[in-house]
């Protein structure tokens, strides 16, 4: 067995994951597409959970790149981060453009909904909003206690051994210190955020570029230098996965059970990887050791055989 089966085999052992095992209902598609496996509990071995020769059929990796969204993907929208940004942008809206209290998450929620994130939105509707301030006040009066570290996450992405990278639509600071409080900062090779994109950004109305928009796709695409059908990327948003399925990305939904029309896999959890979208981890050594496992059981007289 190669290293990368053993890490990921060990990783596996130590987390509870029988639930995720015994999905009734595959979630992927494709030429992968995996049978649902029997049973439920006990402990996990490689022949009941993770036999390949009677799940896969023998292939290397199809990614050679893994795009990570950071902000409710690579950790839950439950840790209470989210609520706290909606409360920083009503803020925002209030301290800087005075508008009402009790109609800033009304106007909010519209700014998201039409222009995708509420930055955007003042921009385009003529507001002369500086990125840097609204970044002070978003992302910097987060609550970054409440991002815990994540080892049972950094495990997981040790065992990657594609390039991984972040592509998100907050600022660097943030990106980093996000990412500093999962203890999974070191993981990446590169980081494609709000600065990536808007790198000229002046104080006029000059358009933001942000996801979903295909400039900002193709700017990440570019950036990373990636082949985007040999690329896997996870976005917590649907529209974000629309945008990458339309730059021929490989397409992961995240935070969500059922896909949507644009994704190529729905992960509840970014925990969920190894059991949702295995063939991350196939590799030629991987080919070969399936190879040699079907030879050594071929070999093998049958009881039948035996018997006669
Ligand atoms: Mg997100």
New binding site residues.
Partial sequence: MGPVWAAILDHLAKDSIGNCLTRSEPTRIGRFARKPYPGGTGPITFETKFNPTAVFHSASSPFDCIIF?????LYSSKTGIGQALKRNIDDFLVERFGFPESQAPTLRAELFKIYGSSLVGLRSLGYDVDADDYHSVVHGRLPYDLIKPDARLRNLLQTIKQRKIIFTNSDRIHAMKALDRLGIKDCFEQIICFETMNPNLSKSTTPVVLKPSMEAMKIAIDVAGVDPRRTLFL???AKNVAAGKAVELQTVLVGKTVKSKEADYALESITNLVQVIPEIWFSEEDDQMISHIKNEMDSIPSATTVGA
């Fill in positions: 969204d950071l902000d409710d993907t976005d917590d948003n």
